[in-house]
């Protein structure tokens, strides 16, 4: 989560936050674009060399109201996806501008009180403090804003447009990997004389969009206007995840996060919720599009839960490589991606398998480029296929496997990672034997021990196994000694820090629950526990061998 106040280049920032409470929101995720809370780097990032940074609050962008009608004639106009009439006669004043766009009042302000869990003293949580941010009536007496908005949180309150009162929310539902939170109010005043906002279709590149929120600068609305620049599966830092986005051509600022975006036809055709803060680029923010917000609805009203957006548990690689593709044995006419590896917590484990070709998803060819079609005149990721399923649903995956072409219905699940992108509002596990800190590896904890640029200050082997390893079971952690309590019991051993538990008395440790058995039930004289330390010194300063050539026999 990073800080919603702050206005540093590659800083992703949050919902905007009160002077009262200085606390900032955690750092971004390590993965691509900076979401509301949590900046992370478009890829594996390199140690000396930092990724773009996406912020995630947003101003996001929006395109212009409809102006005002010309005296003497009636206009149509948008009225949250109905229609309304501006009467002709007379000078337009400030209260007929304000109809011209009626949905604005469906837009409210977000007030959140946060407690965030202190990873590094797990025992203990941080001090509290204050956001704001934006969000949106939608049917059903529901309110949407970003999860980063609401991520932690102690209480929620909103309050509508001209209202002096602050209304007591409760959330129902927290999509971390989308950034998407729902909320309702139980008090029938707030939703009083206020239409809820109607859902358009994905905008075309080059649509006019009009953002709506509470950003830092004002206590009251702001509109902002654009256009959608781009279309195409984006890092979502929050989430740490990839998804459908829209990239919109307005500058973003904190507080936005959560507002909704307006087509030309008062239509919502997005969620502002994260912009790109580099010093090569300017008014480049990013908006939830509506397949991507439908999903998480969709989801929600299905099972009574966020259960999460399925991939398909695999690494794989393009083939345009033509000698590449002849090695694999496909045919001139065949194209598709190749498998590295398969998860083997993923259902995809059961059936693919490493060097297979992905041909299809769902009766859909992909590229050598790891492409399908979209739309007219335009390509994206074929992990797009994968995110419009929903767990536990099945889809038909065409394989090219040793020259012959193979069929598999997969049951599709959300990814399980070794080092968690999120705990999801639980607190942080911990457990302490003879002044022996262990504790569960996570991106929060991560972020918390080294800060927002974790990405490249934390220790080598824990960044390769958040970045490359692979969960062998669904339970499976990666356990650390965080730190030594100092005691006369164990004295020697003060400097321990973030050292990877291999084994506790000969047995491997999977996780921290695992390990906590096993030393509670331990009826040996001495507890050992087997630590991994980078003793290969050789490797570690690039040495290719202990001796000259002259010296070997």
Known sequence: MDDPSSTSKGKSKRGRKHKAAAENHAPASPVAATAADNPAPAAAGRRGRKSRRHEAPADADGSRPPSPPRRGEAKPVANGGGDAVVEAGGPVGWDEVARVVPSMDAVVKVFCVHT?????????????YSSSSSGFIIGGRRVLTNAHSVEHYTQVKLKKRGSDT???????????????????VDDDEFWEGVLPVEFGSLPALQDAVTVVGYPIGGDTISVTSGVVSRIEILSYVHGSTELLGLQIDAAINSGNSGGPAFNDRGKCVGIAFQSLKHEDAENIGYVIPTPVIMHFIQDYEKSGEYTGFPILGIEWQKMENPDLRKAMGMKPDQKGVRVRRVEPTAPESGCLQPSDIILSFDGIDIANDGTVPFRHGERIGFSYLVSQKYTGEKALVKVLRNSKVHEFKIKLATHKRLVAAHVKGRPPSYYIVAGFVFAA???????????????????????????????????EQLVVVSQVLVADINIGYEEIVNTQVLAFNGQPVKNLKNLVSMVENCKDEFLKFDLEYDQDILTTHCIPSAMSDDLKT
């Not at 965030?116 to 509290?128: A, D, G, I, Y």
Request: include cysteine; proline fraction near 7%; aromatic fraction near 10%.
């Open 166 to 184: 602050k209304y007591l929310a409760t959330v129902l539902a927290i999509g971390t990997e989308c950034d998407i939170a729902l909320l309702t």
């Open 441 to 475: 590896v996570s991106v929060p904890y991560l972020r918390s021990e080294y800060g927002k640029d974790y990405e490249y200050d934390a220790p080598v082997k824990l960044l390769v196994k958040h970045l490359h390893a692979m969960a062998q079971s669904p339970d």
């Open 116 to 128: 965030e869990p202190n990873f590094s003293l797990p025992w203990q949580r941080k001090r509290q």
